[in-house]
T-cell receptor, first 113, second 113 residues
């Protein structure tokens, strides 16, 4: 069964600190993995998209890694800011007849001053 | 370039009623996909339309339906509303099918009383 699991479910960190969010998936056949940021009451915004051959991709202070062998991805946030408080959603695309997107339930990050 | 526009942003209905939500994609995008987001289940895929044809469908009952017009605008309809239909309904557009980058709207928050 295609599944995407994220951990932790929620996280609280101090402003300026780094943090890492995890995403494990069992999706086959794999096409790509995406990370989205969703502010409260807003639609998700794409942070990164990685294909099978990409190990690392950065978007400003956000760096995503992908290990296709272990089917794990992480999103590292450097020098966190209050505006990083949001839900971070991992989404895996399965390349099959009709592309299927499998969503994780997200990690809620709270950055406090 | 205008983003994805969803209307209405908020609405309240009672059980048994029906509702129609609208989505205008980014200009030039031909794919529109719909998602239901609830606190317990996270984001769940409803259906995807490309060039007025439904290309993919999630695991939702037949009360959920949609369509796409020749200008790529899309509507989704939920009939015989149930309390469990209360959710944020998100629309996303992409240039091609959903294997590509998705751009989400702000969503329509439906409350069923």
């Amino acid at each position: 069964k295609n599944q995407v699991e994220q951990s932790p479910q929620s996280l609280i960190i101090l402003e300026g600190k780094n943090c890492t969010l995890q995403c494990n998936y069992t999706v086959s056949p794999f096409s790509n993995l995406r990370w989205y940021k969703q502010d409260t009451g807003r639609g998700p915004v794409s942070l990164t998209i990685m294909t099978f051959s990409e190990n690392t991709k950065s978007n400003g202070r956000y760096t995503a890694t992908l290990d296709a062998d272990t089917k794990q991805s992480s999103l590292h946030i450097t020098a966190s800011q209050l505006s990083d408080s949001a839900s971070y959603i991992c989404v895996v695309s399965a390349s099959q007849a009709g592309t299927a997107l499998i969503f994780g339930k997200g990690t809620t990050l709270s950055v406090s001053s | 370039k205008a983003g994805v526009t969803q209307t209405p942003r908020y609405l309240i209905k009672t059980r048994g009623q029906q509702v129609t939500l609208s989505c205008s994609p980014i200009s030039g995008h031909r794919s529109v996909s719909w998602y239901q987001q609830t606190p317990g289940q996270g984001l769940q895929f409803l259906f995807e339309y490309f060039s007025e044809t439904q290309r993919n469908k999630g695991n939702f009952p037949g009360r959920f339906s949609g369509r796409q017009f020749s200008n790529s605008r899309s509507e989704m309809n939920v009939s015989t509303l149930e309390l469990g239909d209360s959710a944020l309904y998100l629309c996303a557009s992409s240039a091609g099918l959903a294997g590509g980058e998705l751009f989400f709207g702000e969503g329509s928050r439906l409350t069923v009383l």
